[in-house]
C-alpha cells in the first residue's frame, strides 16, 4: 500500500485514483535558449504513462519530497503524466535564481521541449499555484495548440507587484518569502523556517528596513533590497508584469481563488478580463487564505474536471461560469460573471457615538485618536502569509479595544444583507503630520457580540495634514451578514506587519530612521460624509431565525 498516495487523498478529499503505481524519471535536462539547462522529473503510471495528457508544473520550491509529492502524485494517479521542472537557479537547475524575471523565456523553452519528446501524447495542461501560477500567465499569450487548458491557482499575472504599491506597501508577504526561498536548499529547510518564524517578525521591526534583510538571515538579499528600492510601477519591474497579455489568452481557464488569498484582486481582474474579451474561462473563490488546505483539493478537482477533460478531446462538466463560497450564509453559489449582477453599490456612513447607517451623517465633531508608530496597530488575521501567525476570519475583540482604534456599527439587522462584489471607503481623514495611512475593516458582528473581519484595505496619504478623502480599495468579498448580526467598519492607521508602519517622516520606506507619532482625525459630517460602499442585494429573513 503506497501510504502517502493515501495520505494525499485523504488530506485534499480527492476520489480515488485510477492507479497508484506510479515510476519517477528524475533530472531530465531540459535546455534553454541561452545554453542554461533546468532539471525536471517525470511522473507516470508504471503501465501506459507514455502518450497520456502532460500536466507541466514549473516550481522555484523543488522537485523531491514533501514538496513534489502532493502536487506531481495525484495527478499522475488520475489521468496524466506530470513533468515537474525546476525553475532557474533552484534545485539543480542552472542559475542564478532572479525571481520572476526569466519564467517567460524559460517556459516557452520547456513547453517547445515537452512538444518534441517520445513520451508526449497529443496534449497538455499548466497547472499550479502561486509562482507556479505566475509561471502559467507569463507564457500564456503564445502557446502552442497542443495546450489545451490552465488551471492557475491562488495567483495573478503581476503577482508580487500589488505589495509594492507607493500609497500600501505590504511588507510581510515579500520579505517573508524572500526569507524563505535564500534558505529553502538548506537542510530541513522547512523545520528552521518554522523554528525561525519570530526572528522573521522581529526583523521587520528593523530600522532602516534595508538592514532588515541582516536581522532575518545575516547577509543581504538582492530580492528584499529591490522590493525596498522599487515601486510597483518602476521600470525596474517591467519583465516580470504579464497584466497586458492576459487579453490576448486564448487558452481556456480554471482560475481558482481564496476570499483571504493575498493575491485575489489580481487574480479576479485576470478573469474580468477574459470574461470581457469572450474567452472560456471559470472561476472559483472559496473561503481560504493563501495556504489553505481547501485550495488544494478544488484545484486538484479542476485539473481532473475541467483540464483533463479538455485535454482529452471532451468538454468538462457544464457549470456556472463564476462559483463562489458566499461566506456568512456558508454555501457555496453559482453566478455568471464577475462582479454578479444584481449588487448595487450601497453607502453605509460613519455617524457620531460610534454607529454606522445609510443616513447622511448630522453635524458631529470628528473623532480622534493617536498613532504610534513605535507601538503600530498589529495586523490581525485576514489576509497574511507567514510562519506562526493566524489569517482569515478571527475574532478581533482586542484589536477593536485599542485605543487607535475606531469602531462603527449599525443597528441589528432586520433582513439578511448579501454583500458580494468590490468593497471600497471614502474616509475623510486629517492628521497632524504630512505622512498616514487609513486602514479601513469590515467586520460581522454576530448575536453574541463577537466581530469578526469579512474585508479589508489600506491607502497612504501625502497630505494628511490637511482635511483629505482617503479612498481605500477593500478585498472583494462574498459575505451574508444575517437578521440579528450587526455590520461593522474600523478605522485605524496601519496592520503592521502585513503592511509597513508610516514612520510619520515622509523618508524613503528602505531608509527611514525616524518614528512620529500622530493624532488622526475622522470626519462624519454633512460635508464630510465618511462610508464605505458595499455591493449590497437584501434577503428576507428566513423563517424561524
Not at 297 to 324: C, N, S
Not at 354 to 377: C, I, M
Request: charged letters at 25%; one cysteine or more.
Amino acid at each position: 500500500m503506497n501510504l502517502s498516495s493515501h495520505l494525499v487523498q485523504r488530506m485534499l478529499h480527492l476520489g480515488p485514483p485510477l492507479t497508484r503505481d506510479l515510476s519517477v524519471t528524475h533530472d531530465l535536462r531540459v535546455p534553454m535558449r541561452d545554453g542554461a539547462v533546468l532539471l525536471a522529473d517525470r511522473w507516470a503510471p508504471k503501465s501506459g504513462g507514455a502518450g497520456l495528457p502532460t500536466a507541466l508544473i514549473r516550481v522555484p520550491y523543488g522537485r523531491a519530497g514533501a514538496t513534489a509529492g502532493p502536487m506531481a502524485r495525484p495527478l499522475a494517479e488520475r489521468g496524466f503524466q506530470v513533468l515537474i521542472q525546476s525553475t532557474r537557479g533552484t534545485f539543480g537547475s542552472d542559475g542564478p535564481f532572479d525571481p520572476l524575471r526569466r519564467e517567460r523565456e524559460d517556459g516557452l523553452d520547456t513547453v517547445e521541449w515537452v512538444l518534441k519528446q517520445a513520451w508526449f501524447g497529443e496534449s497538455m495542461i499548466l497547472w499550479g499555484a502561486s509562482y507556479l501560477g505566475f509561471v502559467q500567465w507569463a507564457i500564456a499569450d503564445s502557446l502552442p495548440p497542443q495546450v489545451k487548458a490552465m488551471i492557475p491557482v491562488v495567483t495573478e499575472s503581476a503577482l508580487t507587484l500589488d505589495f509594492l504599491r507607493a500609497d500600501a506597501f505590504s511588507l510581510e508577504t515579500p520579505f517573508g518569502w524572500a526569507v524563505q526561498v535564500a534558505g529553502q536548499e538548506r537542510p530541513f529547510a522547512m523545520p528552521r523556517a518554522m523554528l525561525g518564524a519570530k526572528k522573521v517578525q522581529r526583523a521587520l521591526h528593523t530600522l532602516p528596513l534595508n538592514q532588515a534583510d541582516l536581522a532575518a538571515i545575516g547577509h543581504r538579499d538582492d530580492y528584499i533590497q529591490n522590493i525596498l528600492d522599487h515601486d510597483s510601477e518602476a521600470p525596474f519591474w517591467k519583465a516580470l508584469d504579464h497584466r497586458d497579455r492576459v487579453t490576448d489568452v486564448e487558452v481556456p481557464v480554471s482560475s481558482v481563488a481564496g476570499w483571504h488569498d493575498i493575491f485575489l484582486p489580481g487574480q479576479l481582474r485576470d478573469f474580468r478580463v477574459l470574461q470581457e474579451a469572450g474567452r472560456t474561462a471559470r472561476l472559483t473563490v472559496g473561503p481560504w487564505a493563501h495556504t489553505s488546505l481547501g485550495v488544494g483539493g478544488v484545484a486538484f478537482a479542476e485539473a481532473v474536471g475541467f483540464g483533463l477533460a479538455l485535454a482529452r478531446g471532451e468538454q468538462p462538466a457544464e457549470r456556472a461560469p463564476v462559483r463562489l463560497f458566499v461566506m456568512g450564509e456558508e454555501k457555496w453559489r453559482d453566478f455568471s460573471s464577475w462582479p454578479p449582477p444584481g449588487y448595487e453599490p450601497r453607502r453605509f456612513h460613519l455617524q457620531p457615538r460610534g454607529t454606522l447607517s445609510p443616513s447622511v451623517p448630522e453635524a458631529a465633531p470628528p473623532d480622534r485618536y493617536r498613532y504610534d508608530p513605535a507601538d503600530p496597530t498589529p495586523a490581525v488575521g485576514g489576509v497574511r502569509m507567514a510562519f506562526g501567525v493566524k489569517n482569515g476570519r478571527v475574532d478581533n475583540k482586542d484589536l477593536e479595544a485599542r485605543r487607535d482604534v475606531l469602531t462603527y456599527t449599525t443597528a441589528l439587522l432586520d433582513e439578511d444583507v448579501e454583500v458580494i462584489g468590490d468593497v471600497s471607503a471614502e474616509i475623510f481623514f486629517r492628521s497632524s503630520l504630512p505622512y498616514a495611512d487609513v486602514f479601513v475593516r469590515l467586520c460581522d458582528v454576530d448575536a453574541e457580540g463577537r466581530s469578526t473581519n469579512v474585508c479589508d484595505g489600506l491607502t497612504s496619504l501625502t497630505d494628511a495634514d490637511r482635511t483629505t478623502r482617503a479612498n481605500v480599495q477593500l478585498w472583494p468579498t462574498a459575505y451574508r451578514f444575517k437578521a440579528g448580526h450587526r455590520i461593522r467598519v474600523q478605522i485605524s492607521s496601519g496592520a503592521f506587519p502585513r503592511y509597513n508602519r508610516n514612520p510619520g517622516t515622509g523618508e524613503p520606506r528602505a531608509t527611514a530612521t525616524g518614528l512620529r507619532g500622530a493624532e488622526q482625525q475622522v470626519f462624519h459630517d454633512p460635508d464630510h460624509p465618511s462610508a464605505i460602499v458595499l455591493p449590497v442585494r437584501q434577503v428576507p429573513a428566513a423563517r424561524g431565525t
